[in-house]
């Protein structure tokens, strides 16, 4: 074999161990997503169930939201120093029991009791997946080159999506079937085979893996600017959380949190009250949105890697978003003010794509910014996402049981135009100043 032929094998050997890495985390994300619909898809049958009333439903659905923006940023640290294969394992076991509770928790329990319990398994379930962006982000750092971010984001979150689309797919059939209860158990123990191949081929590191060879081994490590380094101190965490570009970037997606779990959470139901489809209907129809958040995540992160080689990091990563948060925030108006349900699902589900598209841009740059400590900075931002849904979930919940579906969209779109104007400020090619 010539020198030139051995060049060409050892990035081909490398793609195939890194991106098996890689395809466990796109299947977490699957994961992660169907675990969070199940509770609002299941919520139709559970209010008269266990007469809890759709403001109950809206503070489990805060309870979560609240912890896993707690826990981004400490959550990321803590990833960082003790290596993303044991955290990601314990938080997915972790999850798994507290999605499992929520079926079994009536048998045992009734009135505040219960509600109290249901509202323990959300504070925890938040708690355990709080980590998961965050180590993800960082284990594709480590993995792969950082000419590849923006697409492995975008494919992350289409992989995310995907979990989103199939659980009210899956779960109406399932309630139909099998009754809310045992489909939310059965479905919740599906993880436990992911968990247990993540442990036997997951590592922190390209170093750890016995199927990563020296050469690629130093054509990864030569692609990125900094290894990785777990010994994060004090004084890094304080250059993190005073970066200007960070803060600003997390202002920005806190804006696409408040209009992601609008339209994540609230389009079922939205669906069913406003539009007054049938279950079964608002079933298949709510995974259309989803569907689109999906390809709009992949689309998005694959063209930010595109434009950041023809126009350089900072406004490769930033036009997606500049355009795409109001575009995204327009479409809420034409969802609500269609007078055909069909065409309010489509403009919600171009809306959702727009939104979504943003994702690869937003952590890709992040992780340009951040390097070596991408745990650490990106649980920093995606706390500021998800305490744009503990902002915004009760607000829908209020508006929504008022019968205000109108008011609640419109919301989303100041929203969103707003996020887009704080991305002028942003430059993802300054990268953070790192002793």
């Known amino acids: 074999m010539t020198a030139a032929a051995t060049e060409t094998a050892i990035p081909q050997r490398h793609a195939r161990v890194g991106w098996r890495i890689f395809s466990l985390l796109v299947a977490f994300a699957c994961v992660l997503y169907f675990q969070q619909r199940?509770?609002?898809?299941?919520?139709?049958?559970?209010?008269?169930?266990?007469?809890l009333s759709q403001m109950q439903i809206g503070w489990l659905e805060w309870a979560f939201l609240l912890t896993y923006s707690l826990f981004q940023f400490p959550g990321?640290?803590?990833?960082?120093?003790?290596?993303?294969r044991w955290a990601l394992a314990v938080t997915a076991l972790l999850a798994v029991a507290a999605t499992v509770a929520v079926p079994i928790a009536p048998a045992l329990l009734t009135g505040a009791g219960l509600f109290v319990v249901l509202l323990s398994t959300q504070l925890l379930l938040g708690a355990v997946q709080a980590p998961f962006f965050p180590l993800c982000a960082g284990v594709m750092e480590s993995w792969l080159p950082a000419k590849r971010w923006g697409l492995a984001q975008?494919?992350?979150?289409?992989?995310?999506?995907?979990?989103?689309?199939?659980?009210?797919?899956?779960?109406?059939?399932?309630?139909?079937?099998?009754?809310?209860r045992r489909a939310l158990f059965w479905s919740a123990l599906v993880p436990l085979g992911l968990i247990a191949v993540w442990l036997w081929y997951g590592r922190d590191t390209p170093r750890e893996h016995a199927g990563v060879t020296a050469g690629e081994l130093a054509e990864l490590e030569g692609a990125n600017a900094t290894p990785k380094d777990g010994t994060i101190t004090w004084r890094r965490i304080r250059r993190i959380l005073v970066n200007r570009d960070l803060a600003l970037f997390t202002l920005s997606y806190m804006g696409l949190g408040y209009v992601f779990y609008l339209l994540s959470n609230w389009s079922f139901l939205y669906l069913i009250q406003e539009r007054h489809l049938t279950v079964l209907e608002s079933g298949w129809l709510a995974s259309l949105p989803p569907i689109g958040a999906a390809v709009g995540g992949g689309l998005g992160g694959a063209i930010a890697d595109q434009l950041v080689n023809r126009f350089g990091i900072r406004w490769g990563y930033l036009l997606i978003p500049l355009i795409a948060m109001p575009l995204s925030g327009v479409l809420l108006l034409v969802a609500i003010y269609s007078r055909n349900p069909y065409v309010a699902v489509a403009a919600l589900t171009l809306s959702f794509a727009a939104l979504e598209s943003t994702e690869g841009p937003f952590w890709a740059g992040t992780m340009r910014i951040a390097q070596?400590?991408?745990?650490?900075?990106?649980?920093v931002f995606n706390t500021g996402a998800n305490f744009g849904g503990v902002i915004g979930i009760p607000i829908v919940a209020y508006l929504s049981g008022h019968h205000a579906w109108n008011a609640a969209f419109i919301s989303g779109f100041i929203v969103a135009a707003?996020?887009?104007?704080?991305?002028?400020g942003v430059d993802p090619s300054?990268?953070?100043?790192i002793e």
């Not at 707003?418 to 002028?424: M, R």
Request: proline share 3%.
């Open 38 to 51: 199940s509770l609002t898809i299941a919520s139709e049958r559970i209010m008269p169930a266990l007469s």
């Open 76 to 84: 990321g640290v803590l990833g960082q120093r003790i290596g993303a």
């Open 154 to 180: 975008g494919i992350h979150t289409l992989g995310g999506h995907v979990g989103a689309a199939l659980a009210p797919v899956i779960l109406v059939i399932l309630m139909q079937l099998l009754g809310w």
């Open 372 to 379: 070596a400590d991408t745990m650490a900075a990106t649980g």
């Open 418 to 424: 707003v996020s887009g104007l704080v991305l002028f």
């Open 430 to 433: 300054r990268t953070l100043d």
